[in-house]
């Protein structure tokens, strides 16, 4: 064969594996089960009957099913029985079990559910593709299109911890016959599959797979898929997708946010949402009666409203009033997110719906919304009180000459008002001014008048000094010794409504005026999706200040802040922020061992009414808290942070080594570059790079500190190789070769020579470099022709004698131990290892599997004997019954077969 035809089924053989990668798959279980006769779910012996085992302990903190196959079982004195759970017995063939005072050995124990790799949904390893007559490895967990397979006459226990698993298909049977296929999460049998979490596991719900639970798969979104038990490149690529996902996520909603969007808008505020003062209820309700007051409001707000500060246009507004609630309406435009609800999706939004008002402390309204109830209770505030201004002047008025008179009146009636309040009905006020005033005449020293009204007042007065003081210092100086009305006046009812009018005026004032406060968040934990890498790298100091200056934005946007006057990044843990005890395995069924979560405290500053600021802080039950929570996400992705470029070469597989090195060839270009902007300042160039890489590649924090702790000996050697290169370069600087030198990365001792040599160039080294080439092609050439033989040779064989009939009457029987009976299992799932598989013959032994080398561990699966590693295996159809295994289970113990010579 020429070796361009070879090179072409090379790149055949190639394209096929790739395809065969992506198509969707039959998968079969082929991970970890709970059966009583695998040696791997035993401390101690197996207790079989040639064991000498003193008693069994099959206690578990988890309830479990164990399958028991047909087999003779010593179990010693004793069996210590479980609190719950289930034995399933197979009955086509006796299973005894002896009891023996006699034994001596130890007490067997078995493991029961555990939480090992091996049980884990999303590790490939614990598949196999079904392809007919053979069951081969694979390299991807199950994805969206993939079926997957749980045969019978088995039990299991089974986890998934990743944040999503969707497949086509779940089917307790063999893969080409009938089975029962589950169709809903929620349905598949207990307690063998209480480890998948329904809410985060899907079985052909397309749903799910959206934002950040999608990638981008060749052009399409496919639905995000995590391998819990990846390669370097897997981890690689798997963060990647991750970062991707939350990328479009991202994308998404900032896209939806920014849509401009023009609304009608009904804003109904009923006036004791505007006021916790009853006397400024009563005010604004008499405000907002009369017409004229009414008709004003609207074009006052308007332009306040429309203020150049804002991100809306308000086209139109009115205002209306009945039954003591006000309603604004009109039509605006703005970007969405200035409508949205905090906290909601901004692409679920609908423009076509009237936009309308939430419980204003429940914090759940959009920027547009709580700003036009600032500016509504602003102005019908102060219509309120230039309402009750102008009755409480019209009385006073009658009584006074001039303005300057009338104003003196208005401060007397205001503080007389509050005095008559504090002392109550056991004082009467009407003659208090006449008492403190002789002849209506006050005297001009305000201490005077202070004690006049404390002695009138009397020893026991409820009146406070501040109320007495400012009485004293609104009479000063007033003479109506020849004004009868004005001294009438002061000694009826009216001059207490007047007053109490006034004051009314100014709490309504008071009470309609923002104030502003300074709030500092709670943690706001976000990264429990995103790769432990790109939060590691997030907090050092080359990647946060780009993290912080994009959140700031998103924080004002998603919050009704004025400023963000500063934000914490803090590295953290889910155990330490009270996130779920099951993210550490979600990272690791994501490929990431690392428990790593971020937390961000925001401190800012608000302009809001008094009652109502506290909707305005970020708790974890805060409307906006998620939102924030996505933004973070985000904005990290869009970060998208990276190691010190020295380190990049290191980080391939996804996640950080703290031992890795710097790139010493890296580090002597940096050091080149360093020296020619600092005019040769070799010690400048040593501490900026020292500053850059002494960390390793997850980088330092502003503190100085180390995101991880690195190892005193490898910031020994991050130090020599930085010097050698800053040696090197400041060598080669000082010459005039062009040539890149040769540095030498020995670590023995930071003032060591370096050694330098021209890098050559010549056909002698292109030809061991070819010729290097030239030879890996022949090995891979040689390896797949070898592949493609023997899979010829092993397809040319006879598909051996077809299987047998078996007792149609076979079928198994559960046992469950009835003093400790679970009340809470349910009976319609009680299947005694899957009643709807296993009653029709041809449902036995379907086919053989490659599995682990005879002869390399004497502990076998008697259920899963196999023969993986044979060079010259041949997957036969399934034989005569008389062939069938001890367990009764129709799976042959296939040996290598031997070629003719």
């Known amino acids: 064969m020429s ?64 399958f028991i196959s047909s087999e003779t079982y010593s179990v010693g004195s004793r069996m210590k029985l479980p609190m719950n759970g289930r034995f399933v017995f197979q009955s086509d063939q006796a299973v005894v079990i002896k009891f023996n005072e006699q034994a001596s050995g130890p007490e067997a124990q078995f493991k029961g559910p555990r939480d090992d790799i091996e049980f884990s949904f999303n590790c490939p390893d614990n598949w196999r593709i079904y392809r007919g007559t053979s069951l081969d490895a694979t390299t991807e967990p199950p994805r969206e299109d993939d079926d997957v397979f749980f045969e019978p006459d088995s039990s299991y226990h089974v986890f998934s911890d990743a944040p999503l698993t969707n497949v086509a298909s779940l089917t307790i049977g063999h893969p080409s016959t009938a089975g029962l296929e589950i169709e809903d999460c929620r349905d598949l049998p207990a307690p063998q599959f209480d480890g998948l979490d329904c809410s985060r596991f899907f079985i052909n719900d397309e749903t799910a797979c959206t934002d950040e639970f999608s990638f981008n798969d060749e052009g399409t979104r496919a639905c995000m898929y995590y391998n819990s038990c990846p390669t370097e490149e897997q981890a690689a690529e798997q963060a990647a997708r991750l970062v991707e996902g939350a990328q479009y ?29 009853e006397d400024v209820r009563a005010a604004i309700d008499a405000a907002l009666q009369d017409e004229d007051s009414l008709a004003a409001l609207a074009p006052a707000m308007l332009p306040d409203l429309n203020g150049t500060s804002f991100t809306w246009t308000v086209w139109s507004l009115s205002a209306a009033y009945s039954d003591m609630t006000l309603t604004l309406s009109g039509v605006a435009t703005a970007p969405r997110a200035a409508f949205a609800v905090p906290g909601t999706d901004p692409r679920l939004f609908d423009p076509t719906a009237t936009l309308t008002l939430a419980n204003p402390t429940a914090g759940v309204d959009g920027a547009f919304q709580t700003e036009t109830r600032v500016l509504a209770r602003v102005h019908v505030a102060a219509l309120a009180s230039a309402h009750a201004t102008a009755d409480a002047l019209a009385a006073v008025n009658t009584t006074c000459a001039d303005e300057a008179a009338c104003t003196q009146i208005a401060s007397v009636v205001q503080a007389l008002s509050k005095v008559d309040k504090a002392a109550g009905s056991s004082f009467d006020t009407s003659m208090l001014v006449s008492t403190v005033c002789k002849d209506y005449t006050c005297p001009s020293d305000p201490d005077q008048l202070k004690a006049a009204i404390a002695q009138a007042l009397g020893n026991d007065t409820t009146v406070s000094d501040d109320d007495i003081a400012a009485l004293a210092g609104a009479l000063t100086g007033l003479n109506a010794t020849d004004n009868g009305d004005l001294q009438a006046f002061l000694e009826s009812d009216n001059a207490i409504a007047a007053g109490d009018a006034l004051n009314t005026a100014d709490a309504a004032v008071v009470a309609a005026q923002p104030i502003t406060r300074t709030i500092i968040s709670d943690p706001i934990v976000f990264g429990v999706h995103l790769p432990a890498l790109t939060l590691r790298l997030l907090v050092n ?49 994501a490929g990431d061992d690392a428990n790593v979560v971020v937390e961000l405290i925001v401190t800012y500053k608000v302009t809001c009414l008094e009652d109502l600021c506290d909707a305005l802080v970020v708790t974890s039950d805060h409307p906006s808290y998620q939102a924030l929570v996505a933004a973070a996400n985000g904005a990290a992705a869009t970060i998208d942070p990276q190691a010190y470029e020295c380190f990049i070469t290191t980080l391939s597989s996804g996640a950080i080594q703290i031992d890795d090195l710097p790139s010493s060839s890296c580090l002597y270009d940096r050091a080149r570059e360093l020296l020619a902007a600092s005019g040769g300042d070799a010690a400048a160039a040593y501490d900026a790079l020292i500053a850059a890489t002494t960390c390793g590649p997850a980088g330092s924090l502003p503190t100085g500190d180390c995101v991880l702790d690195v190892a005193a000996d490898v910031v020994a050697q991050i130090e020599t190789r930085v010097q050698n290169a800053v040696n090197a370069a400041t060598t080669t600087t000082s010459t005039t070769t062009a040539t890149k030198p040769v540095i030498s990365t020995s ?87 899957y009643e709807a ?65």
Not at 262 to 271: K, S
Request: net charge negative; with cysteine.
């Open 3 to 66: 070796r361009g035809a070879v090179v072409i089924t090379l790149a055949v053989v190639a394209a096929v594996f790739s395809a065969d990668l992506c198509a969707a798959k039959n998968l079969v279980w082929r991970g970890g089960n709970t059966n009583f006769n695998n040696a791997d779910n035993w401390d101690g012996a197996l207790p079989l009957e040639s064991s000498d085992v003193a008693s069994v302990d099959l206690r578990s903190e988890r309830a479990y099913t164990s």
């Open 747 to 833: 670590s023995s001792s930071t003032t060591a020579p370096v050694t330098i040599a021209p890098a050559e160039s010549s056909a002698a080294s292109v030809g061991v470099i070819a010729g290097g080439a030239a030879a890996g092609v022949v090995a891979l050439i040689a390896v797949v022709i070898l592949i493609v033989v023997l899979q010829r040779r092993g397809g040319s064989r006879s598909s051996g004698k077809a299987g047998t009939a078996v007792d149609a009457n076979r079928h198994v029987v559960a046992f469950e131990n009835p003093m400790y009976d679970d009340p809470g299992l349910n009976p319609a799932m009680v299947q005694p290892v």
């Open 837 to 901: 598989a296993g009653d029709k013959p041809e449902e036995e032994g379907l086919y053989d599997e490659p599995a682990f080398t005879v002869g390399l561990n004497d502990k076998t699966n008697p259920i899963y004997q196999s023969n993986e590693d044979l060079a010259e295996s041949d997957y036969d159809n399934i034989a005569d019954s008389e062939d069938d295994g001890p367990d009764g289970t129709g799976y042959l113990d296939v040996a290598p077969e031997v070629e003719d010579e």
């Open 249 to 277: 996520k991202d994308a998404e909603i900032q896209a939806a946010a920014a849509t401009l969007d023009t609304v009608n808008f009904q804003f109904d505020l009923a006036v004791d949402a505007l006021s916790q003062n």
């Open 541 to 589: 100091t080359a990647n946060r200040a780009a993290f912080i200056a994009e959140m700031k934005q998103r924080f004002l946007a998603a919050v009704a802040a004025d400023e963000v006057l500063g934000m914490e990044l803090i590295l953290s843990t889910s155990a330490n922020t009270g996130s779920d005890s099951s993210t550490a395995r979600r990272r690791r069924a």
